[in-house]
Structure formats: C-alpha cells, structure tokens
Nanobody, 128 residues
Framework: QVQLVESGGGSVQAGGSLRLSCAASGRTFSIYAMGWFRRSPGKERQFVAVIRWSGDNTYYADSVRGRFTMSIDNAKNTVYLQMNSLKPEDTAVYYC?????????????????????WGQGTQVTVSS
C-alpha cells in the first residue's frame, strides 16, 4: 500500500499564499497519479488538481486554475500545491490522494472514487 502525509496548511489572509506538501511512502512505484482534493464545511469533496507521477501532465479545477500550481519531486516522493492569491472560499481541509491505476479514455481523474489511497488532510483557512 501507499501512505500519504500532508503538511503545510495554516491560516492566511485573502491574497496570501501557502504551499502544501504530500509525502508518499510504501509502494510508491505503484502510483500512477497524485491528486489534491478539498472539503469545505457542508460541501462535497471537490477536485483541485492532479499530476501524473511522471510529471508530464497536470490538470486543475476551473476555480483554482491560474492561482494554484501542482508539482512533483520524484526524488523525494513528494507532491506540492502552491496556492497563491488565496480567497476565503478556498478555506477547506485539503487532502492528497494516490491513483494506482493507469489512465485510459474512461478515467475520471477529477473524481474522488478514482483514487485508492488518501492522506489525513490539512486545514487551510483564508480570512477576508
């Protein structure tokens, strides 16, 4: 199995920045892609971004595109989410997740059910 540990959450004012990290351990050779999701109080878990473990494809939710950047350091088995120009509506618990299945034409890489392993989450709070 794969274990995931997020870090880097915190409280910032609107317009500020945070960088989240997600360190993977265990059977990391089985990871095909890594995703970030978030859950706000009273809302469903929401897709944020995804990157292939090879680093050659990255996709973002419309709500964060242009403000968030996802990257990967394969040497450290760690993915990052750089979050700039944060807004109060970005307040949520952020989760990283590992997809162990190779993508095909039917892969729903923005759906939480696609992912096999999850971290414990890290809180991000943006105040106005």
């Amino acid at each position: 199995q794969v274990q995931l540990v997020e870090s880097g959450g915190g409280s910032v004012q609107a317009g500020g920045s945070l960088r989240l990290s997600c360190a993977a351990s265990g059977r990391t050779f089985s990871i095909y892609a890594m995703g970030w999701f978030r859950r706000s109080p009273g809302k469903e878990r929401q897709f944020v971004a995804v990157i292939r473990w090879s680093g050659d494809n990255t996709y973002y939710a419309d709500s964060v595109r242009g403000r968030f950047t996802m990257s990967i350091d394969n040497a450290k088995n760690t993915v990052y989410l750089q979050m700039n120009s944060l807004k109060p509506e970005d307040t949520a618990v952020y989760y990283c997740a590992a997809d162990l299945d190779p993508w095909n034409g039917n892969t729903a890489w923005d759906a939480s059910y696609e992912y096999d392993c999850w971290g414990q989450g890290t809180q991000v709070t943006v105040s106005s």
